[in-house]
């Protein structure tokens, strides 16, 4: 089993940056891929990025050139650096993963992760 633990959500201005964090824990040697989803109030969860443990990492064109994942592998945490806030960023902020190890085109399906984090709120105000 893995346990994801989101932190690092709050409320900003338009234009600020935020970052949160995702320190897995468990059977974290068995983990392939991690990454991050969003849902918004009323709307379908949505991929907004993800990277495998091996190699190849997957930006959602919404937030392509804003935001930015990255890991520091030794703590077991992944992040996600967000720029350039607007307020249709305001989600709540899940972290996933998964053992398997999938092809870039499939990082962005939410069935292809077993474990997910109980998520964060960010709210962007204008």
């Known amino acids: 089993q893995v346990q994801l633990v989101e932190s690092g959500g709050g409320s900003v201005q338009a234009g600020d940056s935020m970052r949160l964090s995702c320190v897995a824990s468990?059977?974290?040697?068995?983990?392939?891929?991690m990454g991050w989803f969003r849902q918004a109030p009323g709307e379908e969860r949505e991929f907004v990025a993800a990277?495998?443990?091996?190699?190849?990492?997957s930006v959602a064109d919404s937030v392509t050139g804003r935001f930015a994942i990255s890991r520091d592998v030794v703590k077991n945490t992944l992040f996600l650096q967000m720029n350039s806030l607007k307020p249709e960023d305001t989600a709540v902020y899940y972290c996933?993963?998964?053992?398997?190890?999938?092809?870039?085109?499939?990082?962005?399906?939410?069935?292809?992760?077993?474990?997910w984090g109980q998520g964060t709120q960010v709210t962007v105000f204008s």
């Open positions: 468990g059977r974290t040697a068995s983990i392939n891929v």
């Open positions: 990277m495998r443990r091996s190699s190849g990492t």
């Open positions: 996933a993963a998964d053992n398997r190890r999938p092809i870039l085109s499939a990082m962005s399906l939410t069935d292809r992760y077993e474990y």
